[in-house]
């Protein structure tokens, strides 16, 4: 087992991003979410296993508490990847083993991209380390869908305007699919066929935006329904996009293309191979997944506790803002 306390900060991987947000005054974090998620594998024999399981710092998302549980003793191994996020390795048994994330984290009231700053940076100004997301990918082959892109969006007006056309593009012409997701099928096969899962829908949305020469990224996550009716669908892990502008990333979620509120952010990369909440190496079986995400009132609820959707505050269009 291992337990985060209170965090007084926070630890940023890349000082020079922070330079660039050092005149945009963050939100004040005012509501208070809980994450995690049960995961139980089967395997037959010793098995190696990557888990992408814990949220990123940041200064619209802090961590209250958090705890980790790591099957029997499993030799675990905490690693960071060449994108920043943390990474566990670690060797499942053979037989049953089950991995616990369960983590309470501090939000702002204020949707996705309140207050950052929106101008385009041009080509030749971007950062090293940005510039690597305006390049195709596995999964986001942009150069596939240059010609696609120009068509569809060169008549519009560069910038928020024409990064927004794409999501909307994105969220009426790719049709969400539950369980349709594959892992053979890039932007550009669902583009073509016409629906995927959230994944699929971010996939197309980083592809286009770099087509037109925004820096994209690939971003899981977690969403609450906060403002927003709960939909009746179990809960799980959730897929979209961030585009650079004005020295900062913004986030664009074609699944639902509208700002939400609350959302904790996991890891970000090139596409899935970045994203993928676990990696195994081997023959292994997940039997068992449970993800949860959604508003609590601090002092009701701790990590570990059991997940009682009877004490959630979202799910509602009313905002719930407690002390």
Known sequence: MVRTPIVPGITVAHS??????????????????????????????????????????????????????????????????THGNTVYRLMLMA????????????????????????????????????????????YCDSDKLMQFALSKFGHVPR????VQAISTWVHENIEYRFGSGS???????????GYGVCRDLAHVTVALCRAMSFPAR?????????GVIDPGTPMDFHAYGEVYLGGCWHTYDARYNTPRIG???IAH?????????????????????????????????RVGDPVDLTKRLDGTEELKVTA
Request: net charge negative; proline share 9%.
């Open 16 to 81: 020079a991003r922070m330079a660039i947000l050092d005149f945009v005054d963050p939100p004040p974090l005012e509501l208070t979410v809980r994450v995690g998620c049960a995961l139980v594998y089967e395997t037959a024999v010793p098995t190696p296993l990557f888990l992408l399981l814990k949220p990123r710092l940041g200064l619209r998302q802090l961590i209250l508490e958090e705890k980790f549980v790591f099957g029997a003793s499993l030799p675990t191994q905490q690693l960071s990847d």
């Open 95 to 138: 037989g049953r083993n089950e991995i616990v994330h369960d983590a309470i984290f501090t939000v702002p009231r204020v949707p996705d991209n309140y207050g950052l700053p929106a101008d385009v940076v041009p080509i030749e100004r971007l950062p090293m380390d940005v510039l690597r997301y305006v390049m195709p990918s596995r």
């Open 159 to 162: 910038g928020v305007e024409q």
């Open 183 to 193: 892992p053979l099928i890039s932007a550009w096969d669902v583009v073509e066929r």
């Open 218 to 226: 690939y971003v899981t996550g977690h969403v609450p329904d906060i």
């Open 263 to 265: 959302r904790v952010k």
């Open 269 to 301: 990369g090139h596409d899935a191979v970045d994203g993928a909440f676990s990696t195994i190496f081997g023959a292994a079986t997940l039997s068992s997944f449970d993800v949860w995400a959604y508003q609590i009132e601090r002092s009701h609820v």
